[in-house]
C-alpha cells in the first residue's frame, strides 16, 4: 500500500540531545513537509521541500534541521537548540505544483525530560 | 503571505445536530481549499476540498461552501455522530510552481451521544 511512514511514533530524549524523526513515503510525491502541533496552535511548518537536495525554512525552523538526500525520505533533526522541543510533528507529502490534497503521516511523539 | 482564520476552536453539539465551522483567508489567488479530520494520536486526513470555480460541495453528510468574494469558506456536518469527533482543519494554497498550503489553528468538534 501507498502512504507515508513516520517512525518512532513516541521518543523520549534526555535535554541537550539531539534526535532525528524518520519520514518515508512511497507515493512519488515531490513535495514533503515538517510540521510542528501543539495544543492550540494548529499546524505550524518547520521545513518543506519540493525536489530531491532543496528545501527552505518554514515559520519555526529555529533548532531543526532537514536533509533530502532520497525523493522517499525527509528525516527532521531536533536539535539541542530548539528550546522546547516536546511536541507532535507530523510530516505530510503532496504533489508539486499540482491542487490536491496532503496526505499526512501519523506523528512522532517527541517528550524530552 | 497568507494567513487563515478558524472558528469557533471548540465547537460542542448534540448526536445528531448540524455543525458548521467557518474559515477566512487573506490571498485572492488562493484556489484549493481543503478540509481534515485528525482524530486523537493520528495525522490529519482530507475529508472534502473544494476548487475556487465551484461554489458547493457535498459528500454525503458534509458539505463545503466557497464565497471567493468575501474570501470565506466553510464546512457543515449534517446528522453528527459521536465518531464526528474529532479535529477539523482548512487550508488554503495558490496552485502552480508552489504548493504550500496554510492551514486554520483547527476546530475540536465534540459530539454528545
Known amino acids: 500500500d501507498g502512504g507515508i511512514t513516520q517512525s518512532p511514533k513516541y521518543l523520549f530524549r534526555k535535554e541537550g540531545q539531539n534526535v532525528t524523526l524518520s519520514c518515508e513515503q512511497n507515493l512519488n510525491h515531490d513535495a514533503m513537509y515538517w510540521y510542528r502541533q501543539d495544543p492550540g496552535q494548529g499546524l505550524r511548518l518547520i521545513y518543506y521541500?519540493?525536489?530531491?537536495?532543496?528545501?527552505q525554512k518554514g515559520d519555526i525552523a529555529e533548532g531543526y534541521s532537514v536533509s533530502r538526500e532520497k525523493k522517499e525520505s525527509f528525516p527532521l533533526t531536533v536539535t539541542s537548540a530548539q528550546k522546547n522541543p516536546t511536541a507532535f510533528y507530523l510530516c505530510a507529502s503532496s504533489i508539486q505544483g499540482a491542487m490536491t490534497e496532503a496526505f499526512f503521516g501519523q506523528g512522532t511523539r517527541l517528550t524530552v525530560v | 503571505g497568507e494567513n487563515v482564520e478558524q472558528h469557533p476552536s471548540t465547537l460542542s453539539v448534540q448526536e445528531g445536530d448540524s455543525a458548521v465551522i467557518k474559515c477566512t483567508y487573506s490571498?485572492?489567488?488562493?484556489?484549493?481549499f481543503p478540509w481534515y479530520k485528525q482524530e486523537l494520536g493520528k495525522g490529519p486526513q482530507l475529508i472534502i476540498d473544494i476548487r475556487s470555480n465551484v461554489g458547493e460541495k457535498k459528500d454525503q453528510r458534509i458539505a463545503v461552501t466557497l464565497n471567493k468574494t468575501a474570501k470565506h469558506f466553510s464546512l457543515h456536518i449534517t446528522e453528527t455522530q459521536p465518531e464526528d469527533s474529532a479535529v477539523y482543519f482548512c487550508?488554503?494554497?495558490?496552485?502552480?510552481?508552489?504548493?504550500?498550503?496554510?492551514f486554520g489553528r483547527g476546530t475540536s468538534l465534540i459530539v454528545h451521544p
Open positions: 490571498d485572492s489567488a488562493s484556489n484549493y
Open positions: 487550508a488554503a494554497s495558490r496552485g502552480g510552481g508552489s504548493y504550500i498550503p496554510t
Open positions: 521541500s519540493q525536489i530531491v537536495n532543496d528545501f
